[in-house]
């Protein structure tokens, strides 16, 4: 499998990830000079084994780490970015439906930021500019972003604006 440009990789794979129920993360790579890929590894964002970050031994923090071995590694090859070998073996439960709430997935588009960008200067409140977004895409299930991820949106574009 062949692919044009980092970005195209990194969709494809996200999505493959969101299909499937688990989170994606870049677990290695290395750039040229000129700052084009020689190789990346993909994996699950469950890969890895969990580091201890808490002094109190009797609290731990919980961690997702399980050691996950799925992963997909490219390489640079003939101006393209080719994977050389694609492991697939999760070692803990995939859950589809519920990928479309992680960090990674969650991603508010152009056309909805010019949406709520407008109606934020209009004076409508969020609520109801999330609720139109909603009804327009016929449910919850449908749209990759929440409430909360349209009021950071707002919050972060009232606050870069010059006064």
């Known amino acids: 499998m062949y692919f044009e440009s980092e970005n195209a990789l990194m969709a ?4 493959y990830g969101k299909q499937e129920g688990f989170l994606i993360m870049t677990q290695r790579s290395k750039r040229e000079k ?7 590894t993909l994996g699950c964002a469950r ?3 969990a580091r201890n970050r808490t002094s109190n031994v009797s609290r731990p923090w919980p961690t997702s780490k399980t050691d996950c071995k799925t992963r ?3 390489m640079f090859k003939n101006e393209k970015l080719c994977v050389t070998s694609v492991f697939n073996t999760h070692n803990h439960v995939l ?3 519920k990928a479309r709430f992680s960090r990674c997935n969650r991603e508010v588009n152009e ?3 010019r949406v709520l960008d407008t109606n934020d200067q209009a004076g409508i409140r969020m609520n109801k500019s999330f609720q139109a977004l909603v009804t327009e895409a016929d449910g919850f299930e449908n749209i990759p972003f929440g ?3 349209c ?3 707002i919050d972060k574009t009232r606050h870069y604006l010059p006064t």
């Open 12 to 15: 494809y794979y996200k999505h």
């Open 34 to 40: 000129d700052e084009t890929i020689k190789y990346v």
């Open 47 to 49: 890969g890895g084994k």
């Open 72 to 74: 997909m590694n490219v």
């Open 95 to 97: 859950i589809p439906s």
């Open 111 to 113: 056309s909805v930021r």
């Open 147 to 149: 409430e909360k991820d």
């Open 151 to 153: 009021r950071n949106y």
